[in-house]
Nanobody, 123 residues
Framework: VQLQASGGGLVQAGGSLRLSCAAS????????MGWFRQAPGKEREFVAS????????DYADSMKGRFTISRDNAKNTVYLQMNNVKPEDTAIYYC?????????????????WGRGTLVTVSS
């Protein structure tokens, strides 16, 4: 499975951005998907996750109410809508596919990772 994240770029604080993650190869719509991010000098952290049919989602506390994760299984694509972004959202954003079907914030539950897309938020 190959995961390709896209949609990153430079955005002003308060603005919006939508990230996409396209899966290819031996893809499966039966797996949970997640977004993580890593800022310079910091550990990779959980952002959001979604179950295989999209019926369940989870968010890190600082993203609740601002970010929305969704998926289109027909397109093998997961999205992250980022609204009201803040300078502290600046990071490389990675998408990942979980081993199981459910939404989870546990990094150890993910088996495939994309290469990431850079989001820079200016103040």
């Amino acid at each position: 499975v190959q995961l390709q994240a896209s949609g990153g770029g430079l955005v002003q604080a308060g603005g919006s951005l939508r990230l996409s993650c396209a899966a290819s190869g031996r893809t499966s719509s039966n797996n949970g998907m997640g977004w993580f991010r890593q800022a310079p000098g910091k550990e990779r952290e959980f952002v959001a996750s979604i179950s295989w049919r999209g019926q369940s989602t989870d968010y890190a506390d600082s993203m609740k109410g601002r970010f929305t994760i969704s998926r289109d299984n027909a397109k093998n694509t997961v999205y992250l809508q980022m609204n009201n972004v803040k300078p502290e959202d600046t990071a490389i954003y990675y998408c990942a596919q979980a081993r199981g079907a459910w939404s989870t914030s546990d990094r150890r539950a993910y088996q495939y990772w994309g290469r990431g897309t850079l989001v820079t938020v200016s103040s």
